[in-house]
């Protein structure tokens, strides 16, 4: 069973970076392929971006796609979320997630099978 923690988040004012990183606990990183969600306060939760178990397939949010960049290093188990350019709608808890399914990161986000504790990011104005 893989576990996920988030780290990185923080405050940053508007056009500035910050990146989260998502570590994973077990020896079957590379099976999951893994992604990034977010949840601003009184909305609901907002695919952001989701990479494939080898790095080479990746998909992001047309509302982050030009600033955000997802990668990932399976020698050190973790996934990693550039954030550039960020604005203050970028505020919100973001959480890493995985599962063995690719294409459930955008379909069926809901039956995703692992997901972090959620690390803050507050964009000032």
């Known amino acids: 069973q893989v576990q996920l923690v988030e780290t990185g988040g923080g405050l940053v004012q508007a056009g500035g970076s910050l990146r989260l990183s998502c570590a994973a606990s077990g020896r079957t990183f590379s099976s999951y392929s893994m992604g990034w969600f977010r949840q601003a306060p009184g909305k609901e939760r907002e695919f952001v971006a989701v990479?494939?178990?080898?790095?080479?397939?990746?998909y992001s949010s047309d509302s982050v796609k030009d600033r955000f960049a997802i990668s990932r290093d399976n020698a050190k188990n973790t996934v990693y979320l550039q954030m550039n350019s960020l604005k203050p709608e970028d505020t919100a808890v973001y959480y890493c997630?995985?599962?063995?399914?690719?294409?459930?990161?955008?379909?069926?986000?809901?039956?995703?099978?692992?997901w972090g504790q959620g690390t803050l990011v507050t964009v000032s104005s």
């Open positions: 997630a995985a599962d063995r399914d690719y294409s459930n990161f955008r379909l069926r986000s809901r039956y995703l099978e692992l």
């Open positions: 990479i494939s178990r080898s790095g080479i397939g990746a």
